[in-house]
Structure formats: structure tokens, C-alpha cells
Nanobody, 118 residues
Framework: QVQLVESGGGLVQSGESLRLSCAAS????????GAWYRQAPGKERERVAR?????????VYADSVKGRFSISTDNAKNTLYLQMNSLIPDDTAVYYC??????????WGQGTQVTVSS
């Protein structure tokens, strides 16, 4: 069973940066597409970033994070990253990494809390 373990969350002030990491127990991101989701209190889980796929060869970002967040993968380390810059309080949420095929999420991480204070 593939395991995804996130790290890097924490409490920061508005305008600061964080980098989230998602370590996989095996080389999952060479065959599945890496993505990051987040869920704020009282809101539905939303996708914030997704790596390119063979059908859609562009990185996809939610409008709310475009220009501030960047997703990347290091296949040699079996690790997915989310660089988050210029953080704002609305970015406060639990962030989850995922291994996906199209709209299907095959594997989820356990989540890491990101809190941005104003």
C-alpha cells in the first residue's frame, strides 16, 4: 500500500512563505499525477495545484493561488512539493497531497495544517 506523508506546515504571518513536502513510500509520482488539495474549516476540499498529465500537459493551479504557489516533483526522492509564497489568511487550511489519475484520487496523504495570521 502506497503511503504519502506530508510535512512543512505551520504557523506563518501574512506575506511569508512555506514549502510543503509529500514523501511517497514508493515511486508513485512517475506513474500517477501529483496534486495538492486543501480544506478550510466549514468548506469543501479543493484542488490547488496539479502536475501536467499526458492528456493535459500544463500545470494547473486554482485561480486563488496562481502566481503565488508552485508545484514540483523530485522523482529521485519520490517527493512532491508545494512552494507557497505571499501567503494570506485565506490560505489557512489543511493541505493534502494526492496521487491522481484524471479526476480519480488513488492515494491521499494525512494532511498538514497551514495557518496564516494577519
Amino acid at each position: 500500500q502506497v503511503q504519502l506523508v506530508e510535512s512543512g506546515g505551520g504557523l506563518v504571518q501574512s506575506g511569508e512563505s512555506l514549502r510543503l513536502s509529500c514523501a511517497a513510500s514508493e515511486n508513485i509520482f512517475s506513474t500517477w499525477t501529483g496534486a495538492w488539495y486543501r480544506q478550510a474549516p466549514g468548506k469543501e476540499r479543493e484542488r490547488v495545484a496539479r502536475e501536467p498529465t499526458s492528456q493535459s500537459p500544463r500545470t494547473v493551479y486554482a485561480d486563488s493561488v496562481k502566481g503565488r504557489f508552485s508545484i514540483s516533483t523530485d522523482n529521485a526522492k519520490n517527493t512532491l512539493y508545494l512552494q507557497m509564497n505571499s501567503l494570506i489568511p485565506d490560505d489557512t487550511a489543511v493541505y493534502y497531497c494526492a496521487a491522481t489519475l484524471g479526476d480519480y484520487v488513488g492515494y491521499w496523504g494525512q494532511g498538514t495544517q497551514v495557518t496564516v495570521s494577519s
